[in-house]
C-alpha cells in the first residue's frame, strides 16, 4: 500500500488530544474522541492491506497475524515489564492487584473486558489504573482477529456484495450503539466493547472498499479535508465525559476522520498534517499511546495528586522521548525494511512468549508474590479498606440488594426491592425515611444503632438522587416515582432524612423536592454533600506509609464539593428542612479533614463513601436534630 503521509499527520491529530485529556487540560473536555479517530484509521488500514492481498492472491491469515504480532507486541511487552516494577515499587496490594490482573487480561487481548467489568472510564478510580488506556488497544486486536478471515469469506462467497454487507454490519452496530445511549448517559457496554464499536472500525472499512471497488477517487481536496479537520477538532472542546457517549457524539470525530482520509492530502488541512512535526509524531503515536499514561499514573501516585502546569509539559516531553526511542529501538528494529534479516516467525514466537511470560509476571503480581518492595502492616491495613465491601460491617451497614438496590442487584431494577422489610410502618414507633443513594445508605446500620427508637424505613439505590423529577437508570427512576406518588402521599412520617452524591444541578429540583417532603413529615432533615478525594482515602493513607512521605490530603480533595455546600447552605431559608452541613463537622476553613477513626481506620473506605465507625461519628453528632 503507497505511504499517504497525511494519515500520519492525521494520527497525530488523534493522539495529542487524548494525551492532553490524559493529562487534565481542561479545555480538551472531549480528548478522549481521538481513540475514535484511531479507530477509523485502523479500519481503512487493516481493509486496504486485506483486498490488496486478496485481489492479488497473496492472501495469508498467517502472515496477517504475524505482521500484526510484529508490529503490536515488542513496545507492548516493554510498557508491561515497566508497569509491572513501578507498580511493585510505588502501589499497595490493593492496587498491584488490579494492575497485575489488567496486564493479563491485556496480554490476551481482554482489557476491554476486564475495565468493563471493573470500572467507569471516567470514574476518579481509573486514574490509578495504569493499563487503562489498553482497552482500545484490545478493540483493535479483536478486530484483527476477527475481522480478517470474515473478509476473505464475504469477497470469496459475495464477491459483488462485499460494501453492502459491511456496510449493513456498520449499521447494525452504530444502532446498537445509539441504543445503549438512548437515555443520554454513557454506557460502559458501549464504551469498552467491540459490537458498540465496530461501526467505526467499520467506517474505514467501507471507506476501504469503496476507494478499491473506484467507488470513490481519494484525491485533495481543500473543502473536504477542512470539513474534515472541524469535525474532528470541534468535539474535542465542545464534548465532555457527561455527555452521551459513545453514541451519536462519537459520529462527528469518525466522519470527519474518513473525510481527511479522502480528501486530506490538499489544502491547508493537508499542509499542517503533512508537515514534518505532525508526521513525525505520527509515525511514534503507537508508543505515545502507550507510554503517556503509565508515565501519568505513576507520576500521580508518587508526588501525591495533582499534576502542575510545569510536571504536565516535562511529563509531556518524557512521553514523546519515549515514544521516540521506543519507537526506533523497540518498534523498528523488528519491522519494516531495516528488519528483513530477522525471522518473522522467531519475531513473533519470540514477542509471544514475551507476552505470556509478562501475564504471568502479572498473576503473581497480582497475589503478591514478587515481592520486590516490603509493605508495612500499617500500609497493608489501611489499604485493605478499599475491600471494605467485602467486610462484615459493610453488609450490616448498607443492607445491599436488600433495601439498597444497585446494578449488580439480582435483576438491576426496583423489583429487587423488598418493600415489606424495608418499607413497613409501625403502629408503635415513630416512623422515619432513609432517603437517597449510596450516600443515604451508607448511614442505615448506624441511624438504627444510635436511633431504635425510630422504625427506620429505608428507600435507597445507587447512582439516583431522590429527587421529586429522578434522574438515573430504571431502577432508580422506578423507586422514586413509587415513594412520591404513591408511599409519601399514602403515609405521613415523623423523620424524613434525605441524602445523596449531590451535584450543581440538582439544585433546580431540591427546593420542590424539599418541600413536597415536609408536607407529609414532621420533620425533614438534608445532608449536604459528603468530603471526596480524587483517589480513594485508605490509599492515600497507605502510601503516606509506604514512601514514608508527609501526608497532604488538601491536594486529593474536591473542591468543588465545597462549593456545592456553600450553594445548598444558602438555599436552607426556602427548602422547610434543617440542613446539616457534614463538611463542619469533618473539616476546618482549610479544608483539612478528619481522615481516621483510629490510626489504622479510615473515616472513608473509598473516594466519599463513610465506614460504619465513620457513619457513626456523623450521626452522633445528629442526636440533637432527629
Not at 244 to 269: E, K, M, Q, R
Not at 328 to 353: C, N, Q
Not at 435 to 440: I, M, T
Request: hydrophobic share 45%; proline share 4%.
Amino acid at each position: 500500500m503507497k505511504y499517504q503521509a497525511h494519515i500520519d499527520g492525521l494520527r497525530t491529530l488523534a493522539v495529542l488530544p487524548v494525551v492532553l485529556y490524559h493529562f487534565d487540560v481542561k479545555a480538551i473536555s472531549g480528548g478522549f474522541l481521538g481513540v475514535d479517530v484511531f479507530f477509523v484509521i485502523s479500519g481503512f488500514l487493516i481493509t486496504s492491506i486485506l483486498l490488496t492481498q486478496i485481489s492479488s492472491q497473496t492472501y495469508s491469515l498467517l502472515d496477517f497475524y504475524k505482521k500484526r504480532a510484529i508490529r503490536i507486541l515488542p513496545a507492548l511487552c516493554v510498557v508491561f515489564v515497566f508497569t509491572l516494577l513501578m507498580a511493585e515499587l510505588l502501589m499497595l496490594p490493593a492496587e498491584k492487584k488490579q494492575v497485575g490482573e489488567s496486564i493479563a487480561a491485556a496480554s490476551a487481548f481482554a482489557s476491554n473486558f476486564y475495565f468493563w467489568s471493573q470500572l467507569d472510564y471516567f470514574s476518579p478510580l481509573a486514574e490509578s489504573q495504569p493499563l487503562l488506556h489498553t482497552w482500545s488497544l484490545s478493540v483493535e486486536e479483536q478486530f484483527y482477529i476477527f475481522f480478517p478471515p470474515i473478509l476473505f469469506v464475504i469477497c470469496k462467497y459475495f464477491k459483488g456484495r462485499v460494501l453492502e454487507i459491511i456496510s449493513l454490519a456498520c449499521i447494525f452496530s452504530f444502532a446498537f450503539s445509539l441504543y445503549l445511549t438512548v437515555d443520554g448517559g454513557f454506557s460502559a457496554f458501549g464504551f469498552y466493547l467491540l459490537p458498540a464499536r465496530a461501526w467505526e472500525l467499520g467506517l474505514g472499512s467501507v471507506l476501504a472498499i469503496a476507494i478499491h471497488k473506484s467507488l470513490i477517487i481519494q484525491k485533495s481536496n481543500g473543502l473536504g479535508s477542512l470539513m474534515g479537520l472541524a469535525l474532528i477538532v470541534a468535539p474535542y472542546f465542545l464534548i465532555s465525559s457527561s455527555d452521551a457517549f459513545p453514541g451519536i457524539n462519537a459520529l462527528y470525530s469518525c466522519v470527519g476522520a474518513s473525510l481527511i482520509i479522502l480528501f486530506g492530502s490538499g489544502g491547508i488541512t493537508g499542509s499542517i498534517l503533512t508537515s514534518k512535526p505532525f508526521v513525525e509524531i505520527g509515525k511514534v503515536s503507537y508508543s505515545l499511546y502507550l507510554w503517556h499514561w503509565p508515565l501519568v499514573v505513576f507520576w500521580k501516585l508518587y508526588s501525591g495528586g495533582i499534576i502542575s502546569l510545569p510536571e504536565k509539559i516535562s511529563l509531556l516531553l518524557v512521553s514523546l522521548l519515549a515514544a521516540f526511542l521506543s519507537t526506533k529501538f523497540i518498534e523498528r528494529p523488528f519491522r519494516g525494511e531495516k528488519s528483513k534479516h530477522w525471522d518473522k516467525v522467531a519475531v513473533t514466537l519470540t514477542s509471544a512468549v514475551c507476552i505470556i511470560f509478562t501475564a504471568l509476571l502479572g498473576l503473581l503480581l497480582a497475589h503478591e508474590k514478587l515481592n520486590l518492595r516490603n509493605v508495612p502492616e500499617q500500609a497493608r491495613q489501611l489499604s485493605n479498606y478499599v475491600n471494605y465491601r467485602e467486610f462484615s460491617d459493610y453488609k450490616l451497614q448498607f443492607r445491599r440488594d436488600l433495601c439498597f438496590i444497585t446494578s449488580t442487584s439480582k435483576t438491576n431494577s426496583f423489583a429487587d426491592y423488598d418493600k415489606n422489610i424495608c418499607a413497613s410502618t409501625s403502629n408503635e414507633k415513630p416512623n422515619a425515611v432513609l432517603l437517597g443513594d449510596s450516600h443515604a445508605a451508607m448511614f442505615y446500620g448506624s441511624l438504627v444503632e444510635n436511633y431504635p427508637q425510630y422504625n427506620w424505613i429505608q428507600i435507597n439505590a445507587s447512582g439516583c438522587r431522590p429527587l421529586l423529577k429522578a434522574k438515573g437508570e430504571t431502577r432508580c427512576t422506578d423507586m422514586m416515582n413509587w415513594f412520591y406518588s404513591e408511599k409519601l402521599l399514602e403515609e405521613s412520617f415523623d423523620v424524613i432524612l434525605i441524602s445523596a452524591r449531590w451535584r450543581e444541578d440538582d439544585l433546580t429540583y431540591l427546593e420542590a423536592t424539599m418541600n413536597a417532603l415536609s408536607l407529609n413529615s414532621s420533620k425533614t432533615i438534608l445532608l449536604g454533600p459528603i468530603v471526596e478525594y480524587d483517589t480513594a482515602l485508605p490509599l492515600l493513607l497507605a502510601r503516606s506509609v509506604l514512601l514514608n512521605k508527609s501526608l497532604n490530603l488538601s491536594d486529593s480533595v474536591i473542591k468543588n464539593k465545597f462549593t456545592l455546600n456553600e450553594k445548598m447552605k444558602d438555599m436552607v431559608p426556602h427548602l422547610n428542612s434543617i440542613y446539616y452541613d457534614l463538611n463542619e463537622i469533618m473539616c476546618d476553613d482549610n479544608m483539612l479533614c478528619k481522615y481516621r477513626t483510629d490510626p489504622n481506620s479510615p473515616i472513608q473506605f473509598d473516594y466519599g463513601h463513610l465506614t460504619k465507625q465513620g457513619a457513626d461519628e456523623i450521626i452522633r453528632e445528629l442526636k440533637n436534630e432527629i
